[in-house]
Nanobody, 115 residues
Framework: QVQLVESGGGLVQPGGSLTLSCAAS????????MGWYRQAPGKQRELVAT???????NYADSVKGRFTISRDNAKNTVYLQMNSLKPEDTAVYYC?????????WGQGTQVTVSS
């Protein structure tokens, strides 16, 4: 059974920074893709950033230049460094792990950007 445990959410002022972490445990196969999605109140869940086990990355246009995804394959951990945060980044952020044919989700961590 695969489990994803997220940490690092919280309240931050506009322009501030936060780093999210997600550690995966269990039977994890490669190649795989780890990433982050977010869901704001009243909106659909959307992709934020993903990174393959081969280090290919994909970012939503709204976060390009502000967020950086990285991972430690040895620890099965993915990180999301978020800089220049905006109020519209406020959402529950979910970690995701995909390897064919399954995908797994973390429990979510709240990020609130407000003064």
């Amino acid at each position: 059974q695969v489990q994803l445990v997220e940490s690092g959410g919280g309240l931050v002022q506009p322009g501030g920074s936060l780093t999210l972490s997600c550690a995966a445990s269990g039977s994890i196969f490669r190649p795989n893709i780890m990433g982050w999605y977010r869901q704001a109140p009243g909106k659909q869940r959307e992709l934020v950033a993903t990174m393959s086990s081969g280090s290919s990355t994909n970012y939503a246009d709204s976060v390009k230049g502000r967020f950086t995804i990285s991972r430690d394959n040895a620890k099965n951990t993915v990180y999301l460094q978020m800089n220049s945060l905006k109020p519209e980044d406020t959402a529950v952020y979910y970690c995701n792990l995909f390897f064919r044919p399954d995908q797994y989700w973390g429990q979510g961590t709240q990020v609130t950007v407000s003064s």
